[in-house]
């Protein structure tokens, strides 16, 4: 049992999936103020991405997860794919354009404190999302998410957050902390590769993994992980390289006569 199993609504639908269409309602509500008389316009394509997100993570809760392959492509898509939907779309932004200025200049000075740069660091990012996908399956915390819901779902509450931090540090969009150049950026990416290849390949051979499951459900479930995490990390690096915008030298300063 997951998170999205751990309470229901009406008609039987989990409550935890009616999170997903809230978000998106009051994030199209403040897209829509900006059509106001004196306001830019807000991107389309912005309000799109954080849709699609947001569908992604409403699907995610509602992928039924009995087996490790479910798990996967549950794990799949809140941690990785609704994390890059949502963070293209540009929600800290747009929040920054709702909100009163004073309030907008208070949380950029919060954003500036050195423990938050030090929590956006990609690194950070990639010690708790991939660190917690070798702490899921190489010691007996995957075994007890599977007796105790609560604890299924705070996993899968920290693999939203941690794939949100994740994303945002490598190709966010949104203000924050200053971020590592480029390159830096890249070459941490391909160590979150790395770290996925190499836990999918633990995972297809039975090596050193600690797993409720059968050969051939750790085979797919590896499987789910090798390709679909390719396909989440090839996405991310494509968003890094179309939001960068090399920076400016500095001009020369004028010769005087």
Same mark, same amino acid.
Request: aromatic share 6%; net charge positive.
């Given at each position: 049992?997951?998170?999205a199993?751990?309470g229901?609504?009406?008609?039987g639908?989990?409550?935890a999936?009616?999170?997903?269409?809230? +978000?998106?309602? !009051?994030? &199209? @509500? $403040?897209? %829509?103020?900006?059509?106001?008389?004196?306001? =830019? /316009?807000?991107?389309?394509?912005?309000?799109?991405s954080?849709? +699609?997100?947001? !569908?992604? &993570? @409403? $699907?995610? %809760?509602?992928l039924?997860?009995?087996?490790? =392959? /479910?798990?996967?492509?549950?794990?799949?898509l809140l941690?990785? +794919?609704?994390?890059?939907? &949502?963070?293209?779309g540009?929600?800290?932004?747009?929040?920054?354009?709702?909100?009163?200025?004073?309030?907008?200049?208070?949380?950029?000075?919060?954003?500036?404190?050195?423990?938050?740069?030090?929590?956006?660091?990609?690194?950070?990012?990639?010690?708790?999302?991939?660190g917690?996908?070798?702490?899921?399956?190489?010691?007996?915390?995957?075994r007890?998410?599977?007796?105790?819901?609560?604890?299924?779902g705070?996993?899968?509450?920290?693999?939203?957050?941690?794939?949100?931090?994740?994303?945002?540090?490598?190709?966010?969009?949104?203000?924050?902390?200053?971020?590592?150049r480029v390159?830096?950026?890249?070459?941490v990416?391909?160590?979150?590769?790395?770290?996925?290849?190499?836990l999918?390949?633990?995972l297809?051979?039975?090596?050193?993994?600690?797993?409720?499951?059968t050969?051939?459900?750790?085979?797919?479930?590896?499987?789910?992980?090798?390709?679909?995490?390719?396909l989440?990390?090839i996405?991310?690096?494509?968003?890094?390289?179309?939001?960068?915008?090399?920076?400016?030298?500095?001009?020369?300063?004028?010769?005087?006569?």
């Amino acid at each position: 049992m997951s998170l999205a199993h751990a309470g229901h609504a009406a008609g039987g639908i989990p409550a935890a999936a009616l999170v997903p269409p809230v +978000l998106f309602w !009051a994030y &199209l @509500a $403040a897209a %829509l103020r900006q059509r106001d008389p004196g306001r =830019p /316009g807000w991107d389309h394509r912005r309000t799109a991405s954080f849709g +699609l997100g947001a !569908a992604l &993570l @409403a $699907a995610g %809760l509602l992928l039924p997860a009995a087996d490790l =392959p /479910g798990h996967m492509a549950q794990h799949l898509l809140l941690g990785m +794919l609704a994390p890059l939907a &949502l963070v293209l779309g540009a929600p800290g932004t747009l929040a920054l354009r709702t909100l009163d200025r004073r309030v907008g200049r208070a949380a950029l000075r919060v954003l500036r404190r050195p423990a938050l740069q030090a929590l956006a660091h990609p690194v950070t990012g990639l010690l708790l999302t991939a660190g917690g996908l070798w702490l899921l399956y190489l010691t007996p915390l995957h075994r007890a998410t599977l007796t105790h819901p609560a604890l299924h779902g705070l996993v899968l509450l920290h693999f939203v957050l941690s794939g949100y931090l994740f994303t945002w540090s490598i190709a966010g969009p949104d203000p924050g902390p200053h971020r590592p150049r480029v390159p830096v950026r890249l070459v941490v990416l391909g160590v979150g590769v790395a770290a996925h290849a190499v836990l999918a390949q633990l995972l297809y051979a039975g090596v050193l993994v600690d797993v409720a499951a059968t050969g051939d459900e750790l085979r797919a479930g590896a499987t789910v992980m090798y390709y679909g995490g390719d396909l989440a990390e090839i996405l991310l690096a494509l968003a890094l390289l179309v939001t960068w915008r090399p920076e400016r030298a500095p001009r020369p300063a004028a010769v005087r006569a």
